[in-house]
C-alpha cells in the first residue's frame, strides 16, 4: 500500500481516477463530483486566490456552509502551498468570537466565506466594537464574488516536513489553539488508516461528520482520495433534522464504509423508535468507525439490535481511539471480531494502580470499550503521574509518538511544550490501561468535556454563566460526566446557593438561557451546592462534584428540582398549544418551555429543538420544518402558524 509525499501527491494521483464525491444536501438535492472536477475546480480557485495576493506560507480561513465549496478551497489552498486552517460555522457568539481569535493569531491570513456570513460577521464586529476584526474582515476576507474569473493557478511543490493544515480542535474558545499537521503527519496517519481497515478503491464510504472535523475531514475525505474510492458527504445538519436518511443513503448507496461518534447513534434511535424505516438494507456496510467521544457499550448494543433485521453485522461497530493532535487515529481493534470490553469498578480506576474487575449491573461497575492496538506509524504507553511507564493492567496517562504526531500548536511555542513530556512523547490528557494488548480508555485527567463529539472547556462555559447577577467564577462549577444509566455525557452546573430549593429553580432557568443563547450548548442537571470544593491553593476541584454525582449525592435533589416539569395544572388552555408544550417537555428536561417564551432563549440546543419539530412532525405531518421556528420562534406563534 503506497504511502504518498504529500496530500499534493495524493490529488494529483487520484484526479485521473473514475470515482466521485457525493454531496447530499437533502433527500433530493444531491451534487456528484468526479476527482478530475475536483482538481480542475481547486486550480481555478487557486488562480483567483494567488490573483488576489496569497502567497505559499499564507493562511487561509474556510468558514462555509457548503461542503463542496470547503473541499474546493480546501484543495486550492493545499495545491497552492497555502496553509487552509478549516474553522465551523456556529450560531452563538461564541462562535464568532472564537474565529475572530483564531484570524488575530494568525500570520498573513485570509477568511475565505460566503456573502451573507460575511455581512453578518461584519455587523457582529461593529456592534461588539472591535476595531480591529472590522479592518481584517475589510482588507483580509474575500467570496466567490470577489476573486471569481482568474486563470488556473500555480501549483507549489511542498515540503513534506511543511505544514499542511492547521486544525483548530473544539475546545477553547477563549484561547483557541491550532493543531499543525505536516505532510509528513498526514500521508503516515493517512497509510496507517488505510492499512489498518485495508481500504481500496472498491470500497464507498459516507459520512455526516463536518469537514472541520478532523475524522469527517481527514478520516473520510482524504482517506477516502488517497484509496481511490467513490465517497459520499451528508451535510451534518441534515443529520441532524433527519437523522433517518443517514442509514437510507448507505442503504441507496451500498456504503461499505460508515461512521459516528456516540450521539449520532443515540439521534438515529430516537427518531427510529418512533417511525421505522422500511426498504432499508445495510448488508454492505463493513465498518461503522465509533469514536470522537467516549463509547458507550449500551448505546452500540442498541444500535446493532435495532438494525439487526436490516443485515447490519456486529463486527462492523468498530471502536477506534484517537486525536487531533495524533492528526486523527492512535488505535484500531482487530478486523472482523465483534467488538469487546471491560467492567471494572469505578473506584479502582486511580492513576498507578491496576484496575479490579467487577460485574455488569454493580452499582460500582463501569464498562469501557477496547479500541485495539496502535496502528502503523503510532506508539503508545501508560504513564504514572511522573511520566513513568506503568505495566500491563494499570491505569495512567495515555502517551503517544510518532510520524502521525503534531509537531506543536501553531504560533504557540508555551501550548507546544506543555504538550509534551520530557523524553518527547505527547501527553493527550487522556487516561486509560492495556488489558490484553488492547488500549481501554478510562476517562480524561484535564477537564475537557465532551459534547456531541465536541470538545468544551469547562471554565469558558463557566466564564459565561459568571455574567448572571451574583454568580461569580468562584461560585460555578461546570463538569461533564457519563453515568452509568446514561448513553453518553452529561453537561451539569453546579452553583452555590444556600437558600430553598424552590427558589433556586428561576437561576436554574437564567443559567440554561445563558448557556444555550452564548455556546448553543444544552445544560442536563443545573444543581445547588453550599460547598464548592477547593484545594489547598484555591483551585475547584471539578471531579469531587461529579463523582458526588455519580455516586447519587445529589440524585434527590434533581428529583426535586424536576417535579415541576411533571405538573400539568401550569398548561395552556388552547388545546394545540398544550400538546406543544407536551411535546418541548419531552425534549427538554427539566426546563419548562412556555407558550411564549423563544424557543431560541431558552437554553434548550439545537439538536433538542430538531427533535421537537420531528416529533411535531410526526403528529402532525406536513405543518412544521426547522426552518418556520425562525419566524416563529414561541410554541403559541408555531400552533397559530401549523393552524392556518
Same mark, same amino acid.
Given at each position: 500500500?503506497?504511502?504518498?509525499?504529500?496530500?499534493?501527491?495524493?490529488?494529483?494521483?487520484?484526479?485521473?481516477?473514475?470515482?466521485?464525491?457525493?454531496?447530499?444536501?437533502?433527500?433530493?438535492?444531491?451534487?456528484?463530483?468526479?476527482?478530475?472536477?475536483?482538481?480542475?475546480?481547486?486550480?481555478?480557485?487557486?488562480?483567483?486566490?494567488?490573483?488576489?495576493?496569497?502567497?505559499?506560507?499564507?493562511?487561509?480561513?474556510?468558514?462555509?456552509?457548503?461542503?463542496?465549496?470547503?473541499?474546493?478551497?480546501?484543495?486550492?489552498?493545499?495545491?497552492?502551498?497555502?496553509?487552509?486552517?478549516?474553522?465551523?460555522?456556529?450560531?452563538?457568539?461564541?462562535?464568532?468570537?472564537?474565529?475572530?481569535?483564531?484570524?488575530?493569531?494568525?500570520?498573513?491570513?485570509?477568511?475565505?466565506?460566503?456573502?451573507?456570513?460575511?455581512?453578518?460577521?461584519?455587523?457582529?464586529?461593529?456592534?461588539?466594537?472591535?476595531?480591529?476584526?472590522?479592518?481584517?474582515?475589510?482588507?483580509?476576507?474575500?467570496?466567490?464574488?470577489?476573486?471569481?474569473?482568474?486563470?488556473?493557478?500555480?501549483?507549489?511543490?511542498?515540503?513534506?516536513?511543511?505544514?499542511?493544515?492547521?486544525?483548530?480542535?473544539?475546545?477553547?474558545?477563549?484561547?483557541?489553539?491550532?493543531?499543525?499537521?505536516?505532510?509528513?503527519?498526514?500521508?503516515?496517519?493517512?497509510?496507517?488508516?488505510?492499512?489498518?481497515?485495508?481500504?481500496?478503491?472498491?470500497?464507498?464510504?459516507?459520512?455526516?461528520?463536518?469537514?472541520?472535523?478532523?475524522?469527517?475531514?481527514?478520516?473520510?475525505?482524504?482517506?477516502?482520495?488517497?484509496?481511490?474510492?467513490?465517497?459520499?458527504?451528508?451535510?451534518?445538519?441534515?443529520?441532524?433534522?433527519?437523522?433517518?436518511?443517514?442509514?437510507?443513503?448507505?442503504?441507496?448507496?451500498?456504503?461499505?464504509?460508515?461512521?459516528?461518534?456516540?450521539?449520532?447513534?443515540?439521534?438515529?434511535?430516537?427518531?427510529?423508535?418512533?417511525?421505522?424505516?422500511?426498504?432499508?438494507?445495510?448488508?454492505?456496510?463493513?465498518?461503522?468507525?465509533?469514536?470522537?467521544?467516549?463509547?458507550?457499550?449500551?448505546?452500540?448494543?442498541?444500535?446493532?439490535?435495532?438494525?439487526?433485521?436490516?443485515?447490519?453485522?456486529?463486527?462492523?461497530?468498530?471502536?477506534?481511539?484517537?486525536?487531533?493532535?495524533?492528526?486523527?487515529?492512535?488505535?484500531?481493534?482487530?478486523?472482523?471480531?465483534?467488538?469487546?470490553?471491560?467492567?471494572?469498578?469505578?473506584?479502582?480506576?486511580?492513576?498507578?494502580?491496576?484496575?479490579?474487575?467487577?460485574?455488569?449491573?454493580?452499582?460500582?461497575?463501569?464498562?469501557?470499550?477496547?479500541?485495539? %492496538?496502535?496502528?502503523?506509524? *503510532?506508539?503508545?504507553? @501508560?504513564? =504514572? #503521574?511522573?511520566?513513568?511507564? !506503568? &505495566? $500491563?493492567?494499570?491505569?495512567?496517562?495515555?502517551?503517544?509518538?510518532?510520524?502521525?504526531?503534531?509537531?506543536?500548536?501553531?504560533?504557540?511555542?508555551?501550548?507546544?511544550?506543555?504538550?509534551?513530556?520530557?523524553?518527547?512523547?505527547?501527553?493527550?490528557?487522556?487516561?486509560?490501561?492495556?488489558?490484553?494488548?488492547?488500549?481501554?480508555?478510562?476517562?480524561?485527567?484535564?477537564?475537557?468535556?465532551?459534547?456531541?463529539?465536541?470538545?468544551?472547556?469547562?471554565?469558558?462555559?463557566?466564564?459565561?454563566?459568571?455574567?448572571?447577577?451574583?454568580?461569580?467564577?468562584?461560585?460555578?462549577?461546570?463538569?461533564?460526566?457519563?453515568?452509568?444509566?446514561?448513553?453518553?455525557?452529561?453537561?451539569?452546573?453546579?452553583?452555590?446557593? %444556600?437558600?430553598?430549593?424552590? *427558589?433556586?429553580?428561576? @437561576?436554574? =432557568? #437564567?443559567?440554561?438561557?445563558? !448557556? &444555550? $443563547?452564548?455556546?448553543?450548548?444544552?445544560?442536563?442537571?443545573?444543581?445547588?451546592?453550599?460547598?464548592?470544593?477547593?484545594?489547598?491553593?484555591?483551585?475547584?476541584?471539578?471531579?469531587?462534584?461529579?463523582?458526588?454525582?455519580?455516586?447519587?449525592?445529589?440524585?434527590?435533589?434533581?428529583?426535586?428540582?424536576?417535579?415541576?416539569?411533571?405538573?400539568?395544572?401550569?398548561?395552556?388552555?388552547?388545546?394545540?398549544?398544550?400538546?406543544?408544550?407536551?411535546?418541548?417537555?419531552?425534549?427538554?428536561?427539566?426546563?419548562?418551555?412556555?407558550?411564549?417564551?423563544?424557543?431560541?432563549?431558552?437554553?434548550?440546543?439545537?439538536?433538542?429543538?430538531?427533535?421537537?419539530?420531528?416529533?411535531?412532525?410526526?403528529?402532525?405531518?406536513?405543518?412544521?420544518?426547522?426552518?418556520?421556528?425562525?419566524?416563529?420562534?414561541?410554541?403559541?406563534?408555531?400552533?397559530?402558524?401549523?393552524?392556518?
Amino acid at each position: 500500500m503506497e504511502r504518498y509525499e504529500s496530500l499534493t501527491n495524493i490529488l494529483q494521483n487520484a484526479r485521473d481516477l473514475s470515482r466521485e464525491i457525493r454531496f447530499i444536501d437533502g433527500d433530493k438535492d444531491e451534487t456528484a463530483l468526479p476527482f478530475g472536477r475536483v482538481w480542475d475546480d481547486a486550480l481555478r480557485l487557486l488562480g483567483s486566490l494567488q490573483e488576489h495576493g496569497m502567497q505559499a506560507g499564507d493562511e487561509l480561513v474556510i468558514f462555509t456552509h457548503s461542503n463542496q465549496k470547503f473541499v474546493t478551497a480546501f484543495w486550492a489552498a493545499i495545491l497552492g502551498g497555502i496553509v487552509p486552517v478549516p474553522v465551523a460555522v456556529g450560531i452563538s457568539d461564541e462562535h464568532r468570537f472564537k474565529l475572530f481569535r483564531i484570524l488575530t493569531q494568525l500570520n498573513n491570513g485570509t477568511l475565505y466565506t460566503e456573502p451573507d456570513l460575511l455581512d453578518r460577521l461584519k455587523k457582529f464586529a461593529v456592534k461588539s466594537e472591535l476595531t480591529e476584526i472590522q479592518a481584517l474582515l475589510g482588507d483580509r476576507a474575500v467570496t466567490d464574488a470577489d476573486i471569481s474569473g482568474a486563470g488556473v493557478g500555480k501549483i507549489a511543490e511542498p515540503d513534506p516536513a511543511s505544514i499542511a493544515f492547521i486544525q483548530y480542535s473544539s475546545g477553547s474558545t477563549s484561547d483557541p489553539k491550532g493543531v499543525c499537521l505536516t505532510h509528513n503527519n498526514l500521508t503516515a496517519n493517512i497509510r496507517g488508516i488505510m492499512e489498518g481497515i485495508q481500504w481500496n478503491e472498491e470500497e464507498r464510504s459516507l459520512s455526516w461528520m463536518p469537514l472541520t472535523h478532523d475524522m469527517g475531514l481527514i478520516g473520510y475525505h482524504l482517506c477516502a482520495v488517497a484509496a481511490g474510492m467513490d465517497h459520499a458527504i451528508m451535510d451534518t445538519s441534515v443529520f441532524v433534522r433527519r437523522p433517518l436518511l443517514w442509514l437510507q443513503k448507505a442503504s441507496e448507496l451500498k456504503s461499505t464504509q460508515l461512521c459516528s461518534p456516540n450521539f449520532g447513534y443515540k439521534h438515529f434511535l430516537k427518531l427510529f423508535v418512533r417511525k421505522g424505516i422500511e426498504n432499508l438494507d445495510l448488508s454492505s456496510v463493513k465498518l461503522i468507525l465509533n469514536g470522537a467521544e467516549p463509547i458507550s457499550w449500551d448505546l452500540c448494543e442498541s444500535f446493532l439490535d435495532a438494525m439487526a433485521p436490516y443485515g447490519l453485522k456486529r463486527t462492523a461497530m468498530f471502536p477506534v481511539y484517537g486525536l487531533a493532535e495524533a492528526t486523527l487515529a492512535v488505535t484500531f481493534p482487530e478486523l472482523d471480531s465483534e467488538y469487546s470490553r471491560i467492567v471494572a469498578d469505578r473506584h479502582s480506576l486511580r492513576i498507578g494502580s491496576p484496575y479490579t474487575t467487577s460485574e455488569p449491573g454493580d452499582p460500582d461497575a463501569v464498562s469501557f470499550l477496547k479500541v485495539g %492496538r496502535p496502528i502503523k506509524f *503510532s506508539e503508545v504507553r @501508560i504513564t =504514572d #503521574d511522573q511520566d513513568e511507564p !506503568v &505495566g $500491563e493492567g494499570v491505569v495512567g496517562h495515555i502517551h503517544i509518538r510518532g510520524e502521525n504526531v503534531t509537531t506543536g500548536i501553531y504560533n504557540d511555542e508555551a501550548a507546544r511544550a506543555a504538550l509534551f513530556a520530557d523524553d518527547g512523547w505527547l501527553r493527550t490528557g487522556d487516561c486509560g490501561v492495556f488489558v490484553d494488548g488492547d488500549l481501554v480508555i478510562t476517562g480524561r485527567s484535564k477537564d475537557i468535556i465532551i459534547v456531541n463529539g465536541q470538545n468544551y472547556y469547562p471554565h469558558d462555559i463557566e466564564e459565561v454563566i459568571a455574567q448572571l447577577d451574583g454568580l461569580d467564577l468562584g461560585k460555578v462549577v461546570v463538569s461533564g460526566v457519563t453515568p452509568t444509566s446514561s448513553q453518553t455525557e452529561e453537561l451539569l452546573a453546579f452553583i452555590l446557593f %444556600r437558600q430553598d430549593v424552590g *427558589s433556586f429553580r428561576q @437561576i436554574a =432557568d #437564567d443559567v440554561r438561557t445563558i !448557556v &444555550g $443563547e452564548h455556546t448553543g450548548l444544552e445544560i442536563d442537571h443545573v444543581i445547588p451546592v453550599s460547598r464548592i470544593p477547593k484545594t489547598t491553593s484555591g483551585k475547584v476541584q471539578r471531579s469531587h462534584l461529579a463523582n458526588a454525582y455519580m455516586e447519587g449525592d445529589f440524585q434527590n435533589l434533581v428529583a426535586e428540582l424536576s417535579q415541576h416539569t411533571d405538573s400539568q395544572d401550569e398548561l395552556d388552555d388552547d388545546p394545540l398549544v398544550r400538546e406543544l408544550e407536551l411535546i418541548c417537555r419531552e425534549f427538554s428536561k427539566d426546563r419548562i418551555i412556555g407558550p411564549d417564551d423563544n424557543l431560541f432563549e431558552v437554553g434548550v440546543s439545537s439538536l433538542t429543538l430538531t427533535e421537537i419539530v420531528l416529533a411535531v412532525e410526526e403528529k402532525h405531518p406536513g405543518k412544521l420544518d426547522i426552518s418556520d421556528l425562525f419566524e416563529y420562534p414561541t410554541i403559541r406563534e408555531l400552533a397559530d402558524f401549523m393552524r392556518r
